[in-house]
C-alpha cells in the first residue's frame, strides 16, 4: 500500500522553464510534506517543506504547494536549470507517530 | 557539524551471509531511520529508533534488524543474504520529534552475488 505516490517517473524540461513535479497521498494523519532531491551517488538532500496548516511556502526558486482536500502536493521550480536534474522525491510525515513515508521519486531532466 | 557517516559504502556478499551496516547521525540528533533505495521502487523505509527504541517498523521480513546505542549510532543487520538484498541503503537522522526533516548519509551499495 503506497501511501505516498508519484505517478510520474520523469519529467524533461527546457532550461529556463517551469518544472512541475506533482505527489499525491493517502493518509489523512499525514500533517508534514517534504522535497528531497537526489543526485546518483548521493544521499537525498532536504529541499523544502510545508506543514499542513499552509498551501503554500516558498524558497528562491523553489515552491511547494499543498493541496490538503485533493490530498496532493506539488513542487514548483522556476526557471528550471541542468544543475536541478535529479532524482525528486516527497515524502510525508504523521506528526503525531512520527512515522515518514517517502514516493518512489521522479527524475527531472533540465535540457540546455 | 559533522554530517551523518555511514560505513562501509561498498560490500559485496554471497548468498546466506549476513552483513552489518552502520550509521553514525550528525550530533545531537537521537532519531535514525534506515531505507533500502531499489531502480523503480524509491526509499522504502525499514526502521526508525529514536533514543534506543524501536518507534516506528516497515514492511521487510525479520532478517532485517536494527537496533540504537546510547550515543545514538545505529546498527542495521540483514540475516541469510538474498539476491533481491541488493541495494542502496540509506541511513537518516533527525531530532525526531515534531516536524522534522531528515538529514541522509552517502548510502552502503550492498551487492549480494
Known amino acids: 500500500d503506497q501511501q505516498v505516490k508519484q505517478n510520474s517517473p520523469s519529467l524533461s524540461v527546457q532550461e529556463g522553464r517551469i518544472s512541475i513535479l506533482n505527489c499525491d497521498y493517502t493518509n489523512s494523519m499525514f500533517d508534514y510534506f517534504l522535497w528531497y532531491k537526489k543526485y546518483p551517488a548521493e544521499g537525498p538532500t532536504f529541499l523544502i517543506s510545508?506543514?499542513?496548516?499552509?498551501d503554500k511556502n516558498e524558497d528562491g526558486r523553489f515552491t511547494v504547494f499543498l493541496n490538503k482536500s485533493a490530498k496532493h502536493l506539488s513542487l514548483h521550480i522556476v526557471p528550471s536549470q541542468p544543475g536541478d536534474s535529479a532524482v525528486y522525491f516527497c515524502?510525508?510525515?504523521?506528526?503525531?507517530?512520527?512515522?515518514?513515508?517517502f514516493g518512489t521519486g521522479t527524475r527531472l531532466k533540465v535540457l540546455a | 557539524k559533522a554530517g551523518v557517516t555511514q560505513t562501509p559504502r561498498y560490500l559485496i556478499k554471497t548468498r546466506g551471509q549476513q552483513v552489518t551496516l552502520s550509521c553514525s547521525p550528525i550530533?545531537?540528533?537521537?532519531?535514525v531511520s534506515w531505507y533500502q533505495q531499489t531502480p523503480g521502487q524509491g526509499l522504502q523505509f525499514l526502521f526508525e529508533?529514536?533514543?534506543?527504541?524501536?518507534?516506528n517498523k516497515g514492511n521487510f521480513p525479520g532478517r532485517f534488524s536494527g537496533r540504537q546505542f546510547s550515543n545514538s549510532r545505529s546498527e542495521m543487520n540483514v540475516s541469510t543474504l538474498e539476491l533481491g538484498d541488493s541495494a542502496l541503503y540509506l541511513c537518516?537522522?533527525?531530532?525526531?520529534?515534531?516536524?522534522?526533516?531528515?538529514?541522509f548519509g552517502p548510502g552502503t551499495r550492498l551487492t549480494v552475488t
Open positions: 550530533s545531537g540528533h537521537r532519531s
Open positions: 529508533y529514536f533514543s534506543e527504541t524501536q518507534r
Open positions: 510545508i506543514s499542513s496548516i499552509k
Open positions: 515524502a510525508a510525515e504523521d506528526s503525531g507517530t512520527y512515522k515518514y513515508i
Open positions: 537518516a537522522s533527525s531530532t525526531g520529534q515534531g516536524a522534522y526533516e531528515q538529514y
